[in-house]
């Protein structure tokens, strides 16, 4: 296993302490609004903004995915060489 230069350190420390601030931040809130009550339109609006999140997430990975099996993506890429399907 080879050592982690003094960047790679750096790096991780500085992400170690971004995740420990959001985590406490976001404890902090959610504690903040423990009396509050979310009505019916409320929950209607957090069901249907998370479904359409995920419908517009999933169609674009799909169109992603599609895309470049098509090969519509080696176009845009001329430095990518064209790799020919061994002949049997």
């Known amino acids: 296993m080879r050592s ?3 960047g790679q350190i750096a790096l991780i420390v500085v992400l170690i302490a971004l995740l420990m601030l959001t985590g406490f931040w ?3 809130v959610w504690n ?3 009396d509050t009550v979310m009505d ?3 929950w209607i609006a ?4 998370t479904f359409f999140s995920l419908l517009i997430g999933c169609g674009l990975m799909a169109l992603m995915f599609f895309s470049s099996r098509s090969g519509h993506d080696d176009a845009a890429d001329p430095f990518r060489t064209r790799r020919e ?3 049997q």
């Open 4 to 6: 982690l230069s003094l």
């Open 26 to 28: 976001a404890t902090s």
């Open 32 to 34: 903040a609004a423990g």
């Open 40 to 42: 019916k339109h409320g």
């Open 46 to 49: 957090l069901g249907l903004g």
């Open 85 to 87: 399907p061994p002949s």
